[in-house]
């Protein structure tokens, strides 16, 4: 599975947009972008996915580039409870889970 | 439905016991997928079984070995534990393992080895 890379830390106003990027400028055409956030020592929490196409859902929007190197989580109106760590990762189409690489993913702080 | 479900969710032992987990996956999954979770590693992959077989094994000893039951729920356990196994173990369950599904994971048994 391709890698991603992602900044390790930022901050967002309470009711502002939050944009997260992520770079995987080596994903593969088979390949899904998935989102997944972790609030302190909780399991992480499925956030969306996506292929070519953006997604929408009700928790977020996914805006993946038309070159497929790149995407961004948009958090609509960041909320203190969206505080977490997201990891953006890539998995191939595969019959398996097993390879996923979650990394550090991004610090995400909301404040008031 | 019922989200995955997790036993015990936090668990103390001592160097040398072992241990076993378990984990419920969503009703209808048949993709169970074990991770540990440290500070220092961050999330690692375990094992993953589908349908009663394991399909996938992370670089993990011996020690560490894992069970899917025909209604899907999972085991893992740890022999022989050792410091550095205090960790939050994660389950995940998909329903399939297509591409484009999606897996979620449970709250994590959070064990601690002393």
């Known amino acids: 599975d391709a890698k991603t890379t992602q900044p390790p830390s930022m901050d967002c106003a309470e009711g502002r947009a939050a944009n997260l990027p992520c770079n995987h400028s080596?994903?593969?055409?088979?390949?899904?972008v998935y989102w997944y956030r972790q609030i302190h020592s909780q399991g992480p929490q499925y956030i969306i996915h996506?292929?070519?196409n953006n997604e929408t859902n009700e928790m977020a929007s996914l805006i993946i580039t038309e070159d497929r190197k790149s995407s961004t989580l948009i958090l609509p109106h960041a909320t203190l409870r969206d505080t977490a760590v997201y990891y953006c990762?890539?998995?191939?189409?595969?019959?398996?889970?097993?390879?996923?690489?979650f990394g550090a993913g991004t610090q995400v702080v909301v404040t008031p | 439905k019922a989200g995955v479900t997790q036993t015990p969710r936090y668990l103390i032992k001592t160097r040398g016991q072992q241990v076993t987990l378990s984990c419920s996956p969503i009703?209808?999954?048949?993709?169970v997928s074990w991770y540990q979770q440290t500070p220092g590693q961050g999330l690692q992959f375990l094992f993953e079984?589908?349908?009663?077989?394991?399909?996938n094994k992370g670089n993990f000893p011996g020690r560490f070995s894992g069970r899917q039951f025909s209604n899907s729920r999972s085991e893992m356990n740890v022999s022989t534990l050792e410091l550095g196994d205090s960790a939050l173990y994660l389950c995940?369950?998909?329903?399939?393992?297509?591409?484009?599904?999606?897996?979620?994971f449970g709250p994590g048994t959070r064990l601690l080895v002393l």
């Open positions: 079984y589908f349908s009663e077989t394991q399909r």
């Open positions: 996506g292929l070519k």
């Open positions: 080596t994903i593969s055409g088979n390949e899904y």
């Open positions: 990762i890539v998995r191939v189409t595969t019959d398996s889970w097993g390879k996923l690489q």
């Open positions: 995940a369950s998909s329903s399939t393992l297509a591409g484009g599904e999606t897996q979620y």
């Open positions: 009703s209808g999954h048949r993709s």
